[in-house]
């Protein structure tokens, strides 16, 4: 029996969003770029799917323009930066997706000043956020929901921050929040966040690989690649019109029709604490403030790579680090550090993360494999 639990990497595509893809490209094949009837039609059918992804999340439709997933919604913020003739400051914390951290290297290169905040056991002081500002910072990028352990950030706060900070320089100040692991899994409001951009990818709510939004109140976005002008010349290039319906019925299947709590929160809150009440290892997720959907944990002195080889022998598929890090030697181990755990407890992190079709009885399953394999070999 296999028993998948890598949700945070990606979900397995719902039959109703699969479905909508499969209708939609048969239906709606054409360019919604042309000027003919199949072409208009296309182009009816995305604005349409435009504005119900706008009401789930509450803003206005003017704010959403469709990507290919959540790093390159990141990368259209960041790299507008590069059509600023005076370089500033930017800050991130040092737990970012690498879509951000490493497109910090391009700032760097370019003559911008980039500084990092650390983040101990994920969160982010906001004293020393208040302490990091002066007149030269031009964006702040603060990730919402952490990939690796699931921290949750205090997004509002942080924010109210930098708007003080505007008012006291009298200019604008770019905040941005990756909330790719948030959209679907944990209730929030864009409005009250008051984020001047997020980004989301649909493959993290059972929909298709490969689409995703881009929420930004930005006017005059400058994006860093130039195309046909698709996306009002944020995003060029053909609209993935089935992959964006089927993110849109993928959205309405965990939400409904507003940006209220996922039906199943409350089931998964319970899994998760079931996993931290069981397991017989060394708990690396926050004890507050974190999305019940991750729970990050240390086999230390064991490493992670052999011992979820080991669980994936059995059929348990589980992750050390996140799915993206494991793509980057050692980048999991690296934001680990950067919370402040010990290089130890980095060199034995495994992440299990849960969807709304994860069961007890796979919590049971994988508690009884992990504590049996860790009892073995560890204790």
Request: net charge positive; with cysteine; proline share 3%.
């Amino acid at each position: 029996m296999e028993y998948y639990l890598d949700n945070a990497a990606t979900t397995k595509i719902s039959e109703s969003a699969l479905k909508a893809y499969i209708d939609t490209a048969t239906t709606y094949f054409a360019n919604p770029s042309t000027n003919y009837k199949a072409g208009q039609n296309a182009k009816l059918k995305l604005e349409e799917t435009r504005d119900e992804i706008a009401k789930i999340l509450d803003v206005s439709s003017n704010y959403i323009y469709f990507t290919s997933g959540g790093s390159e919604s990141n990368s259209i913020i960041l790299s507008s930066l590069l059509w600023n003739n005076s370089p500033g400051e930017v800050i991130i914390s040092k737990i970012e997706h690498a879509s951000n951290s490493e497109f910090a290297r391009i700032l760097k290169e370019k003559g911008w000043k980039v500084s990092t905040i650390d983040a101990p056991q994920g969160f982010i002081n906001p004293n020393k956020l208040k302490s990091m500002m002066n007149d030269r910072v031009r964006m702040v990028c603060l990730q919402y929901v952490n990939n690796v352990i699931g921290s949750i950030q205090n997004i509002e706060e942080l924010v109210k921050i930098v708007r003080l900070k505007e008012k006291e320089y009298n200019r604008k100040i770019h905040f941005h929040t990756d909330a790719v692991q948030a959209l679907a899994k944990i209730p929030f409001s864009l409005k009250e966040l008051d984020v001047d951009s997020a980004s989301f990818s649909a493959h993290k709510f059972h929909g298709p690989r490969g689409v995703g939004i881009l929420y930004t109140r930005l006017v005059n976005q400058q994006p860093l690649s130039k195309a046909g002008g698709q996306e009002r010349g944020v995003r060029g290039g053909t609209e993935n019109l089935p992959a964006i319906v089927a993110m849109s019925v993928a959205l309405k299947e965990q939400l409904g029709t507003t940006t209220i709590k996922p039906s199943c929160y409350d089931r998964i809150y319970d899994l998760n604490l079931y996993l931290r009440n069981n397991l017989h290892t060394h708990l690396l997720s926050p004890r507050g403030n974190y999305s019940p959907y991750i729970l990050a944990f240390s086999v230390a002195p064991f490493p992670s790579e052999v011992f979820t080889r080991m669980l994936n022998d059995k059929g348990f598929y589980v992750s050390s680090g996140s799915a993206c890090s494991n793509n980057v030697k050692a980048k999991g181990e690296s934001i680990l550090k950067a919370m402040n755990y010990s290089s130890e407890l980095s060199k034995g992190s495994i992440r299990i993360s849960l969807c709304d079709k994860t069961t007890k009885e796979e919590i049971v399953a994988v508690v009884n494999e992990i504590n049996n394999l860790y009892d073995s070999v560890v204790r």
